[in-house]
């Protein structure tokens, strides 16, 4: 039986992982690892409490269940605390990458590792594996450099980069841009949203699929996970509204200028999905199919 480590497993595409994993016609030996206690609301996989920055702890774990496959979903995500907390965010994205490489050098462990549209700097759009990478923020910067050590480290690997990560999963420590508009307009509260930053979002179900894709097929390389359509913000939060039948008067436009957040954001992501289409066999939905896909999940 194949034995499988997910690093983040208490968060969203580690606990979508739990799940479909578990779901799957295959049998799988499961690790889960994350900070803290185990709070999936599962038991049907071996919880380990490990920080994977704590380069012995990592390796002693490793080293217990030796896994044909490592996934890691454990980051530090929130691009403003990134570039506040850059140490912190340098020990995680990059240093704990370095050490599941060393890890999977050490013991054949094929690796699935999740990157991220910010190594773009949004002038272009519809970004493909091959285009040229130049992060805006720190967070991105940190994502890049795994990205680098990965693929010069010559490890059997794939990097699966992806956008604006949706799903719904228990015990939330992070809101997303789905559950956040549409807990807003339920509420009949305003919200503000940017107008002129574009982007392709991604159903945590599709970007989970992705990876079990990769388990099954060991491919090597990078590959772009997202919806189909590029929209702003703005008209991502009109379709939220539209989908879940919320009063969409409640939305106002705000440009990035005006909102100044912390950290840098690229005007235009998106991806070419052709190599994934192509090699993972994967059609991707727009978003307003994935809307409706997960408005089902949520009933
Ligand atoms: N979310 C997005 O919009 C987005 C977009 C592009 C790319 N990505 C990438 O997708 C991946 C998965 O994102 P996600 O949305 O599933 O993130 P998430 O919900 O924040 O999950 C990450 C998990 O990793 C855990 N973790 C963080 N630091 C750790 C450490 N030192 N040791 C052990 N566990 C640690 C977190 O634990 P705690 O809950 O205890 O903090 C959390 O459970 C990340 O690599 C991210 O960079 C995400």
């Keep these: 039986m194949k034995s499988i480590l997910i690093t983040g497993c208490n968060g969203l595409l580690g606990q979508t992982l739990l799940r479909l994993l578990s779901n799957a016609d295959k049998d799988y030996n499961i690790i889960g690892v994350s900070r803290g206690k185990n709070r999936t609301g599962r038991v049907d996989f071996i919880y380990e409490n490990v920080d994977i920055t704590d380069k012995v702890s990592l390796i002693k774990v490793v080293e217990k269940h030796k896994p044909d ?7 530090m995500t929130n691009v403003d605390v990134c570039e506040d907390e850059k140490e912190g965010c340098f020990e995680i994205n990059v240093n704990a990458v370095k050490y599941l490489v060393n890890l999977c050098k050490q013991y054949d462990s094929y690796f699935i590792h999740i ?20 992060p805006l923020s720190y967070y991105g910067w940190s994502k890049l450099q795994a990205e680098k050590i990965i693929v010069e480290s010559g490890i059997k690997s794939a990097i699966l980069r ?34 002129d930053q574009y982007r392709m979002p991604t159903y945590v179900e599709d970007l989970a699929n992705a990876c079990l894709i990769c388990i099954d097929q060991k491919v090597n390389g990078i590959y772009n996970v997202s ?9 991502i939060a009109k379709t939220i509204a539209s989908v879940f039948n919320l009063d969409d008067s409640l939305i106002k436009p ?19 999905l052709s190599r ?24």
Excluded at 163 to 183: P, S
């Design 276 to 299: 994934t289409s192509k090699v993972l066999q994967i059609e991707p939905y727009t978003f307003e199919e994935d809307l409706r896909r997960f408005k089902q999940f949520l009933t």
């Design 254 to 272: 705000i440009s990035t200028q005006e909102l100044g957040q912390k950290a840098k954001r690229p005007p235009k992501t998106g991806f070419d």
């Design 115 to 134: 990157s991220t549209d910010f190594i773009f700097d949004g002038k272009k759009g519809y970004y493909s594996e091959e285009d040229k990478p130049n």
């Design 227 to 235: 919806s189909n359509q590029l929209l702003s913000i703005y008209e």
């Design 162 to 195: 992806t956008i604006l990560v949706y799903g719904k999963v228990h015990n939330m420590a992070r809101n997303n841009i789905v559950l956040w508009i549409k807990d807003r307009l339920e509420n009949q509260q305003e919200i503000t949203v940017v107008d």
């Design 69 to 75: 496959v490592i996934i890691n979903t454990a980051a």
